[in-house]
């Protein structure tokens, strides 16, 4: 076993036994990683209420031989507790998490999806923007290669805005008249897209909701599905309430 420390945003928690819980967290250095955090459910405990989704920490470990490592010592850096006091927030923010949980791979890291939602929740407990989880989706598939195409038609290449009227999951990106289906997609939404992908986030995150912000936000979230070929947990359960 070897020691290691590193800061970390925690994915999700499962009880074990009576007062232990296994915590999963996507890591700066060391990519997912999922540990047994002893006697945390204990009253007495110090460090219990550190290891919640959403909390950003400094952590001291050790590393197992198996699938399980240990936390020996927490840090809050960040609770995020705007996001947690919102129900909205709480929903959008979950929602991320669940991403991560599934992008992130164990014990392999990847400083830059751990700084991307860092960022997106910060973001979240600054503002309660619309438009934080659907641009944070889209930048996700983009670090994954997965970016949609949305300079011209995926199928014929057709490149005038006006032409472009809908948005396809499985073709990956916009397609003119001529070649639609799926999705319909108005210029403003594709215009917003754009501006998520495109460099100006920070004006994207000022947008109020709108009908514009709620079509990108179901795209992007239809697209991210595809992606990782499942359902979002947290996104539907915040439809549904």
Known sequence: MSQFRDRGVVLRTIRLGEADRIVTLMTEHHGKVRAVAKGVRRTSSKFGSRLEPL????????????????????????????????????????????????????????????????????????????????AFFLKVLALEGSAPMLDGCVSC???????????DIVEG????????????????????LRRTLGGGLSGVLAEPRSAVTDEVTALATEAMEAHLDRRLRSVRAGQVS
């Open 55 to 134: 909390s950003h920490v400094a952590l001291l470990g050790w590393q197992g031989r198996g699938d399980l490592d240990t936390i020996n010592q927490v840090e809050v850096i960040d609770t995020f507790r705007p996001v947690r006091e919102d129900l909205d927030r709480m929903s959008a923010g979950l929602s991320m998490l669940e991403v991560v949980d599934q992008v992130g791979q164990e014990r392999h890291a990847n400083p830059r999806l751990y700084e991307m939602v860092v960022r997106a929740i910060a973001a979240l407990a600054e503002r309660n923007s619309p438009m934080v989880a659907p």
């Open 157 to 167: 290449g057709q490149d005038d805005d006006a032409q472009l009227v809908a948005f």
């Open 173 to 192: 990106g916009v397609l003119c008249r001529s070649c639609r289906r799926g999705r319909p997609l108005s210029p403003d939404g594709l215009v917003l």
